[in-house]
């Protein structure tokens, strides 16, 4: 099985091997919750990336809208975990900004970094127009629905007494109409390619399904770890929770959407990389948030509503009118990802006092 992976493979296992047990240790030593909450957190993306390289190897045999799909839905593995067992130790806030993070971060950050790289190394690249307007198109009307409770309760309509059985009503629409979207995601395209990547050696089935079996054992526990240290390491480190969860917690659950986008805009596949990215965000909105809705009355800590920050609403809003102006034309290029890179940075900043 061993003999199945190349380099690069083995090098993402011992790195994610080597931080799991680095920060087990630090977990389990006193007084090192500021080094278990950054070294936890290197472990969780080095988790998520090997959560990546398995999943390529399954979804390699199916098409570009699969490939995003069944990437972004075990993908998200990772932060489904940090968000339960923020969850679990009363943590609702940051769980709201990791839930809004992961969306921006994707859909700004890593499309943004996808789009330079793959404009800067292959020039001006074209992608399948009507696949990315639909998959904007449910990323419009999901974020609509989960920001309905947020308005009702900043106008303090008589839904407002009412949140969690909205955010409830809320939560079961959009799994509904995820469900309802899984066809048409998964259809191969006219002419797709059967692989997402020829040019890279397929590892047997039983050891990708291995590999999926034994990262999100781990990527549950080093999650533990990582919400353990969370709070006391914010403290020291005077960061706000909800930048932490916008802007750190995004990011390291959502590293396999991070590098394996961007490696395929380099490569030259921009419909799989838009597949890939937009998928995440889309997943997060349409099962992720419901979720965790509708689960956490159950996890014994807090209980989680479809009511975020005002700031938080804007924000979200406006990127992804942003991002469907971008990609409506079926083009990419380097300026318009350096301008989507920009606006992230500057919706991160705003929330670093909180």
């Given at each position: 099985m061993?003999?199945?992976?190349?380099?690069?493979?083995?090098?993402?296992?011992?790195?994610?091997?080597?931080?799991?047990?680095?920060?087990?240790?630090l977990?389990f030593?006193?007084?090192n919750?500021?080094a278990?909450?950054?070294?936890?957190g290197f472990?969780?993306?080095?988790?998520?990336a090997?959560?990546?390289?398995?999943?390529?190897?399954?979804?390699?045999?199916l098409?570009?809208g699969?490939?995003g799909?069944?990437?972004?839905?075990l993908?998200n593995?990772?932060?489904?975990?940090?968000?339960?067992?923020a969850?679990?130790?009363?943590?609702?806030?940051?769980?709201?900004a990791?839930?809004i993070?992961?969306i921006l971060?994707?859909i700004l950050?890593?499309?943004?970094l996808?789009f330079?790289?793959g404009?800067?190394?292959?020039?001006r690249?074209?992608?399948?127009?009507?696949?990315?307007r639909?998959?904007?198109?449910?990323m419009?009307?999901?974020?609509?629905?989960?920001l309905?409770?947020s308005?009702?309760?900043y106008?303090?309509?008589r839904?407002?007494?009412?949140?969690?059985?909205?955010?409830?009503?809320a939560?079961?629409?959009l799994l509904?109409?995820?469900?309802?979207?899984?066809?048409?995601?998964?259809?191969?395209?006219?002419?797709?390619?059967e692989?997402?990547?020829?040019?890279?050696?397929l590892?047997p089935?039983p050891?990708?399904?291995?590999?999926l079996?034994v990262?999100?054992?781990?990527a549950?526990?080093v999650?533990?770890w990582?919400?353990a240290?969370l709070?006391?390491?914010?403290g020291?480190l005077?960061i706000s929770?909800?930048?932490?969860?916008?802007?750190i917690v995004?990011i390291?659950?959502?590293?396999?959407e991070?590098v394996?986008?961007?490696?395929?805009?380099?490569?030259?596949?921009?419909?799989?990389?838009?597949?890939?990215?937009?998928?995440?965000?889309l997943?997060?909105?349409?099962?992720l948030?419901p979720?965790l809705v509708?689960?956490s009355?159950v996890?014994g800590g807090a209980?989680?509503?479809?009511?975020?920050?005002?700031?938080?609403?804007?924000t979200?809003?406006?990127s992804?009118?942003a991002?469907?102006f971008v990609?409506?034309?079926?083009?990419?290029?380097w300026?318009?990802?350096?301008a989507?890179i920009g606006?992230?940075?500057v919706?991160?900043?705003?929330f670093?006092?909180?």
């Amino acid at each position: 099985m061993v003999a199945a992976l190349n380099r690069s493979d083995r090098v993402i296992i011992a790195a994610a091997a080597l931080l799991t047990v680095v920060a087990g240790i630090l977990h389990f030593a006193p007084g090192n919750q500021v080094a278990t909450f950054i070294v936890s957190g290197f472990a969780l993306a080095a988790l998520a990336a090997l959560v990546g390289r398995s999943v390529e190897q399954v979804a390699d045999r199916l098409g570009a809208g699969a490939t995003g799909v069944v990437q972004s839905a075990l993908g998200n593995l990772p932060e489904l975990f940090v968000c339960i067992f923020a969850l679990r130790a009363g943590l609702p806030n940051v769980v709201r900004a990791a839930i809004i993070g992961s969306i921006l971060g994707n859909i700004l950050l890593v499309l943004g970094l996808a789009f330079m790289v793959g404009g800067l190394r292959n020039g001006r690249q074209q992608f399948e127009g009507a696949r990315a307007r639909t998959v904007i198109a449910l990323m419009i009307l999901a974020v609509a629905a989960m920001l309905v409770p947020s308005l009702a309760s900043y106008v303090h309509s008589r839904a407002a007494a009412h949140e969690h059985a909205l955010s409830d009503i809320a939560s079961v629409t959009l799994l509904v109409v995820f469900a309802l979207s899984l066809p048409a995601s998964l259809r191969r395209g006219d002419g797709e390619p059967e692989t997402a990547a020829r040019d890279e050696t397929l590892w047997p089935m039983p050891v990708a399904i291995a590999g999926l079996a034994v990262t999100g054992v781990l990527a549950a526990v080093v999650s533990d770890w990582f919400v353990a240290a969370l709070t006391p390491a914010l403290g020291t480190l005077h960061i706000s929770q909800t930048f932490a969860g916008l802007v750190i917690v995004a990011i390291a659950g959502n590293a396999v959407e991070n590098v394996v986008g961007i490696q395929l805009a380099a490569r030259n596949r921009p419909d799989h990389a838009l597949s890939v990215i937009l998928n995440s965000p889309l997943q997060i909105a349409l099962v992720l948030a419901p979720l965790l809705v509708l689960i956490s009355p159950v996890l014994g800590g807090a209980t989680l509503t479809l009511v975020f920050p005002p700031l938080l609403v804007t924000t979200v809003v406006a990127s992804v009118l942003a991002v469907c102006f971008v990609i409506i034309d079926g083009e990419s290029d380097w300026l318009e990802g350096s301008a989507l890179i920009g606006l992230y940075v500057v919706v991160a900043a705003s929330f670093w006092w909180g």
